[in-house]
């Protein structure tokens, strides 16, 4: 018979068994698959029978039922070993297998011996988790805890956020009632705590304070290999710990974190409960996390060290950028300081004001450049709140009208009355979407030139889309490969090369991205797509690699000189 058991959510442990021909509901008011799950619909899931093999179906529920990490939309088959989440409750599709009988009794030995007859150690180099002649229950969830563990060094860079992760597995697979991660320091050579956890949350609150075991920590420290004693109390190996007995530690496993010969330090758990013990495969299975956490280790230190070096030659790069661009500035307000000093002498406002004119724009440009490289250079997390996008844009246009009027250029807007609210940082998108509309009024010629801006929303993809298109002169191909390059501008004086990277920057905080069209002679569209939901949005923002750009300095020096020569 098949079953499903639950192995999160409030019912973890239960397991429900699949008749051969009625459909069952999953649901909190369901008579044959009943949940405690208050984030489940009454009626979330219908399963269906077909000649011995069953189908998984939404029934409309507001949370959505998931496969395997996929959202189901219609009728799905369900495998062995498929893994089904509804709301918080994860359900694993099998067979009925019968796991291992579990035995609650107690040995007892003289005051002298040691309370259990098993004991056991584990390299990292042995297998990982112990082969079983049938799939069974314990099993399958090993092999999602392997799997979890996989998803986790793979979708976290920060070491505490993966090191919190890593504990947060151990305590939903393991019956611990302390645990911690040691890393030994780089400075002290010795081993300082980086996560600790109890069963008891309030005991959580005041974390550091956690006695630890010295004893088994050193031992496995020394031999660097894993350790399980099914009585620590009386394990001869740490009789001589007063940490041991002091903790009223019955049951404990403790591994290393190794990668290679690297010993990064170590991952205890233990149990205080006197007639509870680790078995040989959480053993296992413990080294096993163990290891990865050690190969996880090692990659994030290769990582921090190239991004050292590629930090290094960008902020060379960077330097030699901003000092060409500054000093071409600078040229420009020199050159204006000048002609206003020659309108002086001459008693002619023209050329005073022409001057003026030269210097206002330059100190213009340097005001953009500094707020573009603040935003550029910062390192945020975006301040999220749920926005209906059209008031946003109604606000920018407001605020860009002048601008094209006085250009005479023509700014229109399709709005989309259907899209949902989008969790974005206001300030954010503002300047990101004010910077395209900067660039296509710049693009544009004047008087007849247009510039749409338009918004949707992707029901398949369920993205928001700001999309901004010019009837510019376009861009080619080698161009656009170039346009997300610091200080690489095509405008000369009128541009910092910051705009379009620091627009790329913000909305990529927001796990979106930035798409270019464009042809030669037939416009351009910049079109920004940002999720709706806040899952994909990164727990880092990053920063692209700065490039050094040209930059022309002689374009309104050259205009006024034409202006004086005419006069």
């Not at 009925?96 to 040691?114: G, H």
């Not at 990582?303 to 290094?312: G, H, K, N, T, W």
């Not at 001057?355 to 910062?378: D, F, H």
């Amino acid at each position: 018979m098949l079953i499903l058991t639950v192995i999160q959510g409030p019912d973890k442990g239960r397991r429900f068994e699949l008749p051969d021909d009625e459909p069952q509901i999953i649901g909190r008011s369901s008579e044959s698959l009943p949940l405690l799950d208050q984030t489940i619909s009454r009626r979330h899931a219908e399963l269906t029978p077909d000649e011995g093999k069953w189908y998984i179906n939404d029934q409309e529920s507001a949370n959505g039922t998931f496969v395997n990490g996929h959202r189901v939309t219609r009728p799905r088959l369900l495998q062995p070993g498929d893994q089904v989440r509804t709301g918080l409750t994860l359900f694993v599709y099998g067979s009925n297998a019968v796991p291992a009988k579990k035995t609650d009794s107690i040995r007892m030995f003289k005051s002298n011996e040691m309370d259990a007859n098993v004991e056991s150690t584990a390299s990292s180099d042995e297998s990982m988790i112990m082969a079983v002649a049938e799939p069974s229950e314990a099993a399958v969830v090993q092999l999602k805890v392997i799997y979890e563990m996989t998803q986790l060094i793979g979708s976290v860079v920060e070491e505490e956020d993966l090191l919190k992760g890593i504990m947060d597995l151990i305590f939903d697979y393991f019956q611990a009632d302390r645990g911690f991660i040691l890393l030994d320091d780089k400075v002290s050579r010795h081993p300082v705590p980086a996560v600790v956890r109890h069963r008891d949350p309030k005991k959580n609150q005041d974390p550091e304070s956690i006695p630890v075991s010295r004893t088994i920590v050193q031992h496995v420290m020394d031999k660097g290999e894993g350790v399980l004693s099914s009585n620590a109390m009386a394990d001869s190996r740490f009789a001589a710990g007063d940490s041991v007995q002091g903790l009223g530690i019955h049951s404990a496993l403790c591994v290393p974190i190794k990668y290679k010969d690297r010993l990064f330090g170590v991952i205890h758990i233990d149990s205080q409960i006197a007639n509870y013990t680790f078995t040989d495969d959480q053993l296992r299975l413990l080294t096993a996390i163990g290891v990865h956490t050690g190969l996880a280790l090692a990659n994030a230190e290769l990582y921090a060290d190239r991004l050292r070096q590629e930090r290094l030659a960008a902020v060379g790069q960077t330097v030699a950028s901003l000092s060409h661009s500054i000093k071409n500035i600078l040229q420009g307000m020199r050159g204006g300081a000048d002609v206003v000093e020659l309108g002086f002498r001459k008693n002619s406002m023209k050329v005073v004001g022409g001057g003026w004119s030269i210097v206002s724009r330059n100190l213009e440009r340097i005001y953009e450049l500094t707020m573009n490289m603040l935003a550029y250079s910062k390192q945020r997390k975006p301040e999220l709140e749920m926005t209906n996008i059209a008031p946003l844009m109604e606000e920018i246009v407001q605020l860009m009208q002048g601008q094209f009027d006085n250009k005479k250029v023509a700014l229109i807007t399709d709005f989309a009355q259907d899209i949902p609210p989008v969790p974005i940082d206001i300030n954010g998108i503002h300047q990101a979407v004010l910077n395209l509309l900067n660039n296509a009024l710049d693009a544009v010629p004047e008087n007849d030139g247009a510039v749409v801006l338009h918004t949707s929303y992707d029901d398949q993809l369920s993205k928001v889309k700001i999309a901004v298109t010019d009837n510019g002169e376009g861009i080619d191909q080698e161009r656009i490969k170039r346009l997300f390059q610091p200080f690489n501008s095509s405008k000369g004086l009128k541009g910092t090369g910051l705009g379009l990277v620091v627009t790329r920057k913000i909305v990529q905080e927001h796990g979106g991205t930035v798409e270019v069209e464009s042809k030669p002679d037939d416009g351009s569209t910049f079109t920004i797509l940002l999720p709706c939901t806040v899952d994909e949005i990164p727990s880092l923002a990053d920063t692209q690699e700065p490039s050094v750009g040209t930059y022309d300095p002689d374009e309104d020096l050259l205009d006024l000189e034409s202006d004086m020569a005419r006069d």
